[in-house]
């Protein structure tokens, strides 16, 4: 159980990887309209990944201890879908509310981001879902700070969504990066403050709340893959990667197509 500490040229390796995994979602935002497919947005992204940023899609054919193969470039979750969303053959509809995942591999180093996208125009109940998980997110990220600790992070995160009535998925959480898509440590979106590990200058972890409008409950779809809410409830989730520093927290996944980070952050921390 060791944690990787990244300094130097790893940092700019991954700085470069978020980034381009920022760019993807920025590629896609123009894409995602009524009538396209997330199968038509896989492809595009894929060749995008490919051919013009010269990255490998991690997810596919990523193959995590009990899974089968995950057999397409790009998770899209949609609606009551919670993450790892298989991109198919169904059109996007008017109203419909989408995560969509990217995960770059560049020279070795992963990028790992995802954004919530609104289709046409959203119920105001599905925008104040896509806008309480991205500011519960942010929430997190506003602990990160070194001798902090990364139950600071999960508590930040539960408290704010369960004060707007929203639950807080469990079974999956934040997670280091880095030469692996998947390494130490684990980051809960929930939790106590003061607890768990120390955060130390050069750890880069995501955070990615996953926040459902019912119930925390999950169910998984028999595609090996796909989570969604057992109670039919919308889901939604953002993800940024984040690196430690001296003073604070450094966004690794920012790029020209970001939202601006909230009102509640105010200077920004390197
Ligand atoms: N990108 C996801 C994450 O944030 C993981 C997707 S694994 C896949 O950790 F195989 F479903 F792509
Ligand atoms: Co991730
Ligand atoms: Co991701």
């Not at 899609?57 to 899974?67: C, D």
């Not at 768990?196 to 595609?223: C, H, V, W, Y």
Request: glycine share 10%.
């Amino acid at each position: 159980m060791s944690i990787p500490i990244h300094t130097g040229a790893e940092l700019d390796a991954m700085r470069l990887a978020g980034r381009l995994a920022g760019e993807v979602l920025d590629y896609l935002t123009p894409l995602v309209k009524a009538g396209v497919t997330t199968d038509e947005l896989d492809k595009l992204a894929h060749d995008y990944m490919v051919n013009v940023q010269g990255c490998i899609p991690a997810p596919l054919n990523y193959a995590p201890g009990g899974h089968r193969p995950y057999p397409k470039s790009i998770c899209a979750s949609v609606n009551d879908a919670i993450c790892h969303g298989i991109p198919n053959d169904r059109a996007l509809k008017n109203g419909d509310i989408v995560n969509l995942d990217i995960t770059v591999i560049k020279d070795g180093w992963h990028g790992d981001s995802s954004r919530m996208y609104i289709v046409g125009e959203g119920s105001i109940a599905a925008k104040r879902l896509c806008k309480v998980t991205y500011e519960a997110m942010w929430k997190g990220i506003a602990q990160v700070r070194p001798g902090g600790r990364l139950g600071d992070i999960g508590h930040a995160i539960q408290t704010y969504a369960e004060n707007h009535g929203f639950s807080v998925v469990r079974e999956y959480c934040g997670h280091g990066i880095g030469r692996k898509f998947h390494d130490e440590p684990q980051v809960l979106h929930y939790g106590r403050p003061g607890t768990l590990q120390e955060m130390i200058p050069g750890m880069i972890f995501t955070i990615e709340p996953m926040i459902n409008a019912g119930k925390r409950d999950i169910k998984s779809k028999n595609d090996g893959w796909t989570v969604v809410t057992k109670d039919r409830s919308l889901s939604a989730q953002w993800e940024h990667m984040i690196l430690v520093t001296e003073t604070g927290y450094e966004v690794l996944t920012v790029s020209a197509g970001s939202p601006p980070p909230p009102d509640f952050i105010t200077a920004t921390k390197t």
